[in-house]
C-alpha cells in the first residue's frame, strides 16, 4: 500500500512558478513509477508527466514540456513537479499517483496504471 498527500497548489499568474510535492508512505514507493495527472473542469484526467522508480528518461504530455520538471527522491518517499511559465490552461486539480510496476508501461501513462492516488492539489493560472 501507497499513502500520497499533495501539497503546493495554489493561485499564480500567468508566467509564474510553483512547485508541487507529493509525501508518500508505504515500503513500496522507492520501486514503484510514480506519475502527476491532472483534470480540468469537464475534462477527463490526463498524465502530466511521469518517471519510472530509478528516473531515467520521464515521460511529459506535449503541451508542459519544456516548462515542467518531474523528479523524485527515494530516499525521501516524495514526489515534485516544478512547474514553469505557468499558463491558464494549466488550471487543474492536480494528483500524485503511484503504480504497481518500477516501470512505466505505456508510451502514454493511463490512469489504469496507478492504483494509488492522492487527494490532489489545486493549481489555478490567473491571465
Known amino acids: 500500500q501507497v499513502q500520497l498527500v499533495e501539497s503546493g497548489g495554489g493561485l499564480v499568474q500567468a508566467g509564474g512558478s510553483l512547485r508541487l510535492s507529493c509525501a508518500a508512505s508505504?515500503?513500496?514507493?522507492?520501486?514503484?513509477?510514480v506519475g502527476w495527472f491532472r483534470q480540468a473542469p469537464g475534462k477527463d484526467r490526463e498524465c502530466v508527466a511521469g518517471i519510472s522508480w530509478s528516473g531515467g528518461t520521464p515521460y511529459y504530455t506535449d503541451s508542459v514540456k519544456g516548462r515542467f520538471t518531474i523528479s523524485r527522491d527515494n530516499a525521501k518517499n516524495a514526489l515534485y513537479l516544478q512547474m514553469n511559465n505557468l499558463k491558464p490552461e494549466d488550471t487543474a486539480v492536480y494528483y500524485c499517483a503511484a503504480a504497481r510496476d518500477p516501470y512505466l508501461r505505456a508510451r502514454v501513462p493511463s490512469i489504469d496504471e496507478f492504483p494509488y492516488w492522492g487527494q490532489g492539489t489545486q493549481v489555478t493560472v490567473s491571465s
Open positions: 508505504g515500503r513500496t514507493f522507492g520501486t514503484s513509477a
